[in-house]
């Protein structure tokens, strides 16, 4: 059986450069010990990297699972059996409340439109005890607000505004940005600040509705149409109110509830977000949520990195044997990056 060997379209007056080349051919015998080892090698290679890849669908799938067991109060049920007298969630409900109402007379925040309460059927799972289910409007201090989108220019300027790949991945990013040449006055909403989300509310299914924290100086940032801005209230950890809002539960809620004319970017809008159920317990359980979410979420990193370095090292090996079989064969020493899978 003869393989066939697909010859790369050469341009005209390069045919005789290409077949002049001399081509180093070893005994029909090394050839058949060469095609042996590699292919034995090689499906060793495949099984080892399709491990790898199965190994990252896993952890995956333990980081969702762990924001989950966190908004169900799993995480956190040794904890609060050690802290049993703390401040009900409804309590907290209503000092928020309380709080808000003030900053509105005050006129220091808008007065927020008024939602609807919560039926039984939209309860997704049960809470633990203390616990209450709010929409996420109560625990921001405004509705969501989207961004602006100017065209932007490829020379630097006063103002850097968001790409998408800066909140995609779940964490802030400040490196994903460009310049729009426009003055965006200091006092504008655009202008993100410490502790404000950024949610997506246009992107590939897979990624609507994903959420970042910038953690940061005011005025460095502003944030484009494709994003929407949330500030939670003081009596609520912004990175329990993140872990909320990128757990399984969220996620497929935004899922359901995106929708556009252009499939490949579908949209949520302020409705959706504002209306998103909240699991809310006292700060103090969310501050412990959060210690334990971020110890376990910080293990995973560690697991991903050391996959990734041995999916590296797979390719290494890989050529290494192919260099030992390039010997066993009697060919030529081969260049290093020649072979690709």
Request: proline share 6%; hydrophobic share 35%; with cysteine.
């Amino acid at each position: 059986m003869v393989s066939e060997v697909c010859i790369p379209t050469l341009e005209r007056g390069n045919e005789k450069k290409f077949f002049n080349q001399e081509i180093y051919l070893p005994p029909i015998e090394n050839q058949a010990v060469f095609i042996s080892q590699f292919k034995r090698d090689k499906q060793n290679n495949d099984e080892l990297k399709t491990e790898l890849t199965h190994q990252q669908t896993l952890l995956k799938k333990l980081r969702q699972q762990i924001l989950q067991e966190a908004i169900e109060g799993k995480l956190s049920t040794d904890w609060r059996k050690e802290t049993p007298d703390v401040e009900p969630a409804s309590e907290l409900l209503k000092r928020i409340q309380t709080e808000k109402a003030q900053l509105i007379k005050d006129k220091k925040i808008r007065k927020q439109k008024p939602l609807p309460p919560i039926t039984e059927e939209e309860i997704p799972f049960d809470l633990p005890e203390g616990w209450v289910w709010c929409r996420l409007n109560f625990t921001i201090y405004e509705n969501p607000r989207n961004g602006y989108s100017p065209k932007t220019v490829d020379f630097p300027t006063e103002t850097k505004t968001l790409k998408l790949g800066a909140t995609t991945s779940g964490k802030f990013i400040d490196s994903e940005t460009k310049y729009i040449n426009e003055e965006i006055p200091k006092d504008s909403f655009l202008w993100i600040n410490n502790r404000d989300i950024l949610i997506q509310r246009g992107n590939s299914i897979d990624f609507v509705g994903v959420s970042a924290i910038y953690h940061g100086e005011s005025h460095k940032f502003v944030y484009p149409d494709l994003m929407m801005k949330i500030k939670p209230v003081g009596l609520v950890s912004e990175v329990y109110l993140h872990h909320v809002l990128m757990s399984p539960y969220c996620g497929e809620y935004f899922r359901d509830n995106a929708k556009g004319a252009q499939k490949s970017m579908p949209k949520i809008n302020q409705g959706v977000v504002s209306n998103a159920l909240i699991p809310l317990c006292s700060l103090q359980e969310q501050k412990a949520i959060v210690t334990k979410v971020e110890k376990l979420l910080t293990i995973c990193d560690q697991l991903e990195t050391q996959i990734s370095e041995n999916q590296a090292h797979a390719d290494q090996l890989m050529q290494a044997v192919l260099k030992e079989g390039d010997q066993a064969a009697g060919l030529p020493s081969r260049q290093a990056g020649a072979v690709e899978f």
